[in-house]
């Protein structure tokens, strides 16, 4: 089936350093979303994109559909951005179904 | 950033007793999901539809889960007959420019 690998599993970042998530996609996939999981445990929705790039503050995404990968880059990291972000993306010819990956806990330290 | 309304945010039921969760979506998304989300971050589609209509569904719901999305009313999703295994987190989302998550309602089965 479809299925997203996403990596790292978790990572730990010093406050003002940066570093990229990836997911890679062993289907041929429409579109991808990233989320971030607030401490509330709600889904922020950070990007959609059905290619290319996006870009919002100190964070952007990038997917690339034929290579079957997206990557989240996150600059000068701020406590606050600790948390787990998950990517999430539609196989190709659905618009309904929404496969994720499973997850990178991210911390970031003073 | 969302406003998909999800109640009751915590929901506790013994095992063979009926549990039912409420969604409320975004005003003019007509495509409404659920997912299970378990305690190891693991995200699994259960059902979804469209005005009314469901579109897809997994084995397991159309056994023990039913759901509807009235007009004019919130959508929901209710387990007929409660299982252990049932604990989890179920979001639900809608369908906008990618998808938009509620808080979700936890559901422990004792």
């Known amino acids: 089936g479809d299925q997203v690998e996403q990596s790292p599993s978790a990572l730990s970042l010093h406050e003002g350093t940066g570093s990229a998530l990836r997911c890679n996609f062993t289907?041929?996939?429409?579109?991808v979303q990233w989320f971030r999981k607030n401490s509330r445990g709600s889904l922020i929705n950070l990007f959609y994109?059905?290619?290319g790039t996006k870009e919002n503050g100190r964070l952007k995404s990038a997917f690339d559909s034929k290579e079957r990968y997206s990557t989240l880059h996150i600059r000068d990291a701020q406590l606050e951005d600790s948390g787990t972000y998950f990517c999430?993306?539609?196989?190709?010819?659905?618009?309904?179904?929404?496969?994720f990956g499973a997850g990178t806990r991210l911390a970031v330290c003073p | 950033n969302s406003k998909v309304i999800q109640t009751p945010r915590y929901l506790v039921k013994g095992q063979g007793q009926k549990a039912k969760m409420r969604c409320i979506p975004e005003?003019?998304?007509?495509?409404v999901f659920w997912y299970q989300q378990n305690k190891n971050n693991e995200f699994k589609f259960l059902i979804n539809?469209?005005?009314?209509?469901?579109?897809?569904q997994i084995d397991m719901t159309e056994k023990r889960f039913s759901a509807e999305c009235p007009s004019n009313s919130p959508c929901s999703l209710e387990i007929q007959s409660s299982e252990a295994g049932d604990s989890a987190l179920y979001l639900c989302?809608?369908?906008?420019?990618?998808?938009?998550f509620g808080p979700g309602t936890r559901l422990t089965v004792l």
């Open positions: 289907t041929t996939m429409r579109a």
């Open positions: 999430a993306a539609e196989p190709s010819g659905s618009f309904n179904k929404l496969t």
């Open positions: 005003k003019g998304h007509p495509v």
């Open positions: 994109l059905a290619s």
């Open positions: 539809f469209q005005n009314q209509e469901v579109l897809q």
């Open positions: 989302a809608s369908r906008g420019q990618g998808k938009y």
